[in-house]
C-alpha cells in the first residue's frame, strides 16, 4: 500500500484538525501537544506530520481539510449580494435605519452603482502624469539645458520651441 493512500490515525486526524483550525494561532508543536502526542517529542512530530515525504497521507488530509474550508467560506458576487440583502431585511425589520442604509449602499457599489473616486494633488509630477503640451516644454527645456552634451544644434532647439509656440497659438486661437 502506499503510503500516500495509508489510513490515518486518531492523533493524525486530530492534529490535522487542529492544525488547520488554529492555523497561526498555535505552533506546530503546540498543535502536537493539543492532539496528544507527549511534550518531549511534540515538536519532532509535527515536523514529521507536516512533511510530505514523510506523512504524505496526513500532509493531503490537511490539504482536504483547508479546500473544504476554503469552499464553505468562498465568497461570490451573488452569495454576497444575498447576505447583505439578508442583512438590510433584518436591518428592516428591527428598525436599524444606519445599518439598512449601509447594507444598501454596499449593494450599490457590488454593482457598480458607486464609484470611490479620489484625487491626490501632487506638485512633483512623473513624467506619466504630463500632458503631452507640458512634455514638449520639458523636451525643449532639456534641450536647452544640456545641448552641450546631447550635441543638439542651437538652431534646431531654436526651430523646436518656435514650432511650439505656434502649435499654442494656434489651440488657443481655435479654442477661443
Avoid at 503640451?133 to 520651441?161: C, G, M, P, W
Wanted: include cysteine; glycine fraction near 2%.
Amino acid at each position: 500500500m502506499e503510503l500516500i493512500n495509508k489510513p490515518l490515525t486518531e492523533k493524525q486526524k486530530k492534529f490535522s484538525e487542529i492544525y488547520c483550525t488554529y492555523k497561526g494561532v498555535l505552533s506546530n508543536q503546540e498543535c502536537a501537544v493539543k492532539a496528544g502526542y507527549a511534550k518531549d517529542s511534540a515538536y519532532a512530530r509535527a515536523t514529521e506530520l507536516l512533511n510530505p515525504k514523510i506523512c504524505p497521507h496526513v500532509v493531503k488530509y490537511i490539504h482536504e481539510i483547508e479546500e473544504d474550508v476554503k469552499t464553505k467560506y468562498e465568497i461570490s458576487k451573488d452569495s454576497h449580494m444575498a447576505e447583505l440583502w439578508r442583512i438590510r431585511e433584518e436591518a428592516k425589520n428591527k428598525n436599524q435605519t444606519l445599518v439598512r442604509l449601509r447594507a444598501e449602499e454596499l449593494r450599490g457599489k457590488l454593482m457598480g452603482y458607486y464609484v470611490d473616486k479620489k484625487q491626490t494633488l501632487n506638485v512633483n509630477k512623473t513624467l506619466h502624469d504630463l500632458t503631452e503640451e507640458e512634455l514638449k516644454q520639458k523636451q525643449i527645456d532639456i534641450e536647452n539645458r544640456f545641448s552641450h552634451f546631447i550635441e543638439v544644434k542651437d538652431d534646431a532647439v531654436d526651430k523646436r520651441l518656435e514650432e511650439y509656440q505656434t502649435e499654442k497659438k494656434e489651440s488657443r486661437n481655435g479654442k477661443k
